[in-house]
Nanobody, 121 residues
Framework: LVQLVESGGGSVQAGGSLRLSCVAS?????VGWFRQAPGKEREGVAV????????YRANSVKGRLTISQDSAKNTVFLQMDSLEPEDTAMYYC?????????????????WGQGTQVTVSS
């Protein structure tokens, strides 16, 4: 059983930054950040493997969002810069997904409770 706790969300103006954290109760091979905006389906944002390999799902976040990890602290971060109103969503981290299909949400065994990010124009 892996417990995940997210933090770092908040309200910022467009152009601002936030850093989300996801602390896991134990080490995991794959951690992903997903987000769900009001009225939309949840979508993958970024994933990171224990090896350090990082993948980003959408071109819209490349260069603005950076996923990283502190393996010693079982923590994965999502640094979000140049935030846009379209980034407003509940952000979730998930662990132990399908290493060969990291964007398949249904394969993730563990999910955090989410942290809200609101970006105003």
């Amino acid at each position: 059983l892996v417990q995940l706790v997210e933090s770092g969300g908040g309200s910022v103006q467009a152009g601002g930054s936030l850093r989300l954290s996801c602390v896991a109760s134990t080490g995991t091979e794959l951690v992903g950040w997903f987000r769900q905006a009001p009225g939309k389906e949840r979508e993958g944002v970024a994933v990171i493997y224990s090896s350090g390999v990082r993948l980003y799902r959408a071109n819209s976040v490349k260069g603005r969002l950076t996923i990283s990890q502190d393996s010693a602290k079982n923590t994965v971060f999502l640094q979000m810069d140049s935030l846009e109103p379209e980034d407003t969503a509940m952000y979730y981290c998930a662990a132990d997904g399908n290493r060969y299909d990291p964007w398949e949400e249904s394969d993730y065994q563990y999910w955090g409770q989410g942290t809200q990010v609101t970006v105003s124009s």
